[in-house]
């Protein structure tokens, strides 16, 4: 996924925990791409600290959990874009082209 996204000419920075992710927020990226299931922690971790923080950041969530709860949990701190694995690149680029 870096290398599509970095051939559409995003930055693309990689983190593939909570601990990674959370210092990357500083930079203020326009776009998260997140997955739920990290292995030190909930991904909602990261979503709900971006909504609490009231940043500017859009986020796109992928799962491929079909917990009603967890999507419902997930649902209510309102992603921009919400994608179930395996994911559809057209629907990922569709999603995130009205870049801020």
């Known amino acids: ?7 559409r000419g995003w930055a693309v920075e ?3 925990s909570v601990v ?3 210092p990357l927020l500083e930079n203020g990226p326009d ?8 292995p030190d922690g909930d991904g909602t971790d ?6 609490a923080e009231r940043r500017r950041t859009r986020v796109a969530v992928t799962t491929g959990s079909c917990d009603s709860a967890v999507l419902k949990a997930v649902d209510a701190l ?6 179930m694995k395996p ?9 995130m082209d009205g870049r801020p």
């Open 1 to 7: 996924m870096r290398a599509l996204l970095t051939r």
């Open 14 to 16: 990689v983190a593939t």
């Open 20 to 22: 990674d992710a959370l």
């Open 31 to 38: 776009w998260v791409i997140l997955d739920l299931m990290l």
């Open 46 to 51: 990261i979503l709900r600290k971006i909504r």
């Open 78 to 83: 309102q992603p921009d874009l919400f994608l």
């Open 87 to 95: 994911i559809s690149l057209s629907h990922l680029f569709e999603g």
